[in-house]
């Protein structure tokens, strides 16, 4: 018994101990152009691709001598602040033709002292007021900014537009955003197609001008929602986009399978349709499908119903709109379309890379590890630390990026699959065989006659 205590023991530190880069599949050297305390690295694609666990925790940083060190995820997708989406005041300002030149146009502006709008009058001519349609928009009261508009309407029997989108801060000098943004609604044996969002990049400008470029008939606005992350927000990541062609395996022509290439933080679905002039109503269902080997693992759970379509417009192709979505890091995906479709369509996923800071602790050179079926990272408080040292700096403040090299091979394969568990096996043996040689002694002495 003695002995086996004495085994159990020495087994001990072998079953506590801490995870090394040989436990993991594959690495990578990290590169870091200067001297600093903290780093801040964002995944690549080729990283998520390694790995064996959904939630990222097989994903550790080792000094030289081979040493975990301080390493955990920033401003992640579970994180991350909402979009936030705010109504913004508009004003209508028709257009000048080219017979009127724009000297005919007199505008009057008032503003208080924080530049936002009271009041805007503008005097044209009848026809030029005739001419088309533009629009100002007041974003002087968002203190955050802004990477898209939504823009909604009064019911019409079809509608197919497009416009201009311009940015200024001081309503004299003005900067192109979107050239030739399309709009449309339309719609035909209960099918509705809408394409109402207007994607910007990031900007933060005051004002916002709208220029219908058609010339069509009158664009009956009746509000403007402005889409962005929230104040406050760290704005370095922006959606990445990867497309997916359908799985071969299907037996039924109108479902299609997509696998991503790991567990991706995905936020945005997307569809392409093959052919032109097409349109289909789809089902998008996902699950974890996490098992490695493309199985069959989880239950399907229904994610979006969408109207997708590809319309040909001249020199144009109009498209249905990417779709918003929770945070999902599912690998398999599924597509039901109603009615058929001549060619298999291509589905978009679109995701923000996770970013992670790892502490410099220790001797350079650093290693990232990843893939493995039993090493976990150990939890860091890396949101506590930055919080404290943006209160001493300032609250946007980052830290400087760090970069991988080429990969490398560590365990390899081996490493992503769970090993017979021969040390737990070896100490249930331990066990169950230090009872029984207790049970036996027990029997021994009840059968020994009393003594005296």
């Keep these: 018994m003695i002995r086996a205590i004495g085994l159990f023991a020495a087994l001990w530190p072998a079953l506590a101990s801490g995870a090394s880069p040989a436990d993991h599949a594959v690495g990578w050297p990290i590169e870091m152009d200067r001297d600093a305390p903290a780093f801040r690295l964002e995944l690549p694609l080729a990283v998520y691709a390694e790995l064996a666990d959904p939630g990222l925790r097989d994903l550790a940083v080792f000094n030289a001598h081979g040493e975990p060190v301080p390493f955990g995820v920033i401003d992640g997708p579970t994180g991350r602040p909402q979009d936030l989406q705010q109504p913004v005041p508009f004003f209508e300002l028709p257009l000048a033709s080219a017979s009127d030149p ?178 289909a109503q789809l ?76 502490l410099a602790r220790g001797d350079a050179p650093f290693l990232l590890a990843a893939g493995s079926a039993t090493a976990r990272r150990a939890d860091y408080p890396i949101e506590e630390l930055l919080a404290a040292l943006r209160a001493r700096r300032e609250p946007q403040w980052q830290p400087p990026d760090a970069r991988l090299g080429a990969i490398r091979p560590l365990a390899g394969d081996p490493a992503r699959r769970a090993p017979w568990p021969w040390q737990r096996g070896l100490l249930w043996v331990l066990l169950v065989g230090g009872a029984a040689l207790v049970i036996v002694m027990v029997l021994r002495l009840a059968r020994q006659p009393p003594a005296g």
Excluded: C, M
């Design 102 to 279: 724009a000297g005919s146009l007199r505008l009057q502006v008032e503003r208080d002292i924080d530049g936002r709008l009271r009041r805007l009058d503008a005097e044209l001519p009848d026809a030029v007021r005739a001419a088309g349609q533009s629009w100002l928009l007041d974003l002087s009261r968002r203190t955050a900014p802004v990477d898209r508009l939504l823009l909604d309407w009064h019911d019409v029997d079809a509608l197919s537009a497009r416009v201009r989108v311009s940015a200024s801060d001081d309503l004299t000098d003005w900067r192109t955003l979107r050239d030739d943004a399309p709009l449309l609604d339309l719609q035909r044996d209960g099918l509705r197609l809408r394409k109402h969002e207007i994607g910007l990049p990031l900007t933060g400008a005051r004002y916002l001008l709208l220029t219908r470029r058609d010339g069509g008939a009158s664009l009956p606005l009746r509000a403007i929602v402005a889409g962005g992350p929230s104040a406050g927000t760290t704005i370095a990541t922006p959606i990445e986009w990867i497309t997916l062609d359908p799985k071969a395996d299907s037996d039924d022509p109108n479902i299609w399978y997509f696998r991503t290439p790991g567990p991706l933080p995905i936020s945005r679905i997307d569809v392409e349709l093959a052919s032109d002039n097409s349109v």
């Design 283 to 358: 089902a998008i269902a996902s699950r974890a499908g996490d098992g490695g080997d493309g199985g069959d693992t989880g239950d399907w759970h229904h994610r979006h119903r969408l109207v997708a379509f590809s319309l040909r417009d001249g020199g144009d192709t109009l498209a249905s709109e990417p779709v918003a979505l929770g945070v999902l890091r599912d690998r398999d995906w599924r597509i039901v379309a109603a009615p058929g479709l001549d060619r298999p369509p291509r589905l978009r996923l679109g995701y923000r890379p996770d970013r992670f800071v790892l």
